[in-house]
């Protein structure tokens, strides 16, 4: 009984993990959708703000080409008025202004080569976010599809462990199934440890050693008195394997029995 016992409460804190594994899952995929979905949406209004600079600037370019193509225009009409002039002075004056708006041509001239490459410059981070929201929706239209399968999965492996918990919980005794529930709310995994060669391997610390004498007579579940970890003795079975069922440790007893009578018959 004892044994099979501390095989249960070795099951119940393997369930007992993956149903809180499983749990998180379930609570992290709404959030990580989420977290998708916010991104994507942050990454459209970058997109619309690169695309509202890109019309400002558009609108910039236009304003200077219809500028210059203006003054052009001027100055060629001053070019032809230019013979025209009655004295010096009115000669002078028209070269000046030529000067002026050829001065100012020349100025916007290269406002507009800095505003083309400025344009070509923000193309180019445009398509990068184009690229970047392309396979953003790609992955949030995945991500959508495969979290109903995955959350489907998740609740079904939740109920078959639930009924594995209660099948392991009616084996363990209501006070040594309470004392395993209290400890694991208050420290971290594992509730229930080996001891080994006197020392528990939930703390490392040596235990008494009239506890770890009752502990190798096998009758009663007993917590390590520093860690109040529950114990069973590594001797009982391998700590770092399944423990065996008590029918295949009575198997185990009849066959070696078995050999004892042959041996003494010999």
Request: with cysteine; hydrophobic share 30%; net charge negative.
């Amino acid at each position: 009984m004892y044994l099979e016992q501390i095989e249960q409460l070795v099951v119940l804190q393997k369930v007992d993990d993956e149903i809180i594994v499983l749990q998180q899952e379930l609570e992290n995929l709404p959030k990580e959708l989420a977290e998708l979905e916010q991104q994507d949406e942050e990454t459209g209004q970058r997109l619309e703000q690169l695309n509202d600079k890109l019309d400002i600037l558009k609108t910039q370019q236009k304003r200077l080409d219809d500028e210059i193509e203006d003054n052009s225009v001027k100055i060629k009409k001053s070019k032809s008025k230019l013979m025209m002039a009655e004295n010096t002075r009115e000669y002078h004056a028209m070269m000046r202004e030529m000067d002026n708006m050829d001065k100012i041509n020349r100025t916007r001239e290269e406002e507009r080569v800095a505003l083309s490459e400025e344009l070509e410059r923000q193309k180019e981070i445009g398509a990068e976010i184009t690229t970047e929201s392309k396979e953003l929706k790609e992955k949030l239209e995945e991500y959508r599809a495969s979290i109903k399968k995955r959350t489907t999965a998740a609740k079904k492996r939740l109920n078959a462990l639930e009924k594995q918990r209660n099948k392991a919980c009616e084996v363990v005794p209501k006070p040594v199934l309470g004392r395993y529930e209290f400890i694991r709310a208050r420290i971290h995994n594992p509730v229930i440890v080996s001891v080994i060669d006197g020392v528990c391997t939930g703390c490392n610390i040596q235990i008494p050693p009239q506890i770890f004498n009752d502990l190798q007579k096998g009758e009663q579940i007993i917590s390590c008195p520093n860690c109040q970890r529950l114990t069973f003795w590594c001797e009982h079975f391998s700590a770092d394997e399944k423990a065996p069922t008590s029918e295949a440790k009575a198997k185990e007893n009849a066959k070696k029995k078995s050999e004892e009578i042959a041996e003494a018959k010999e």
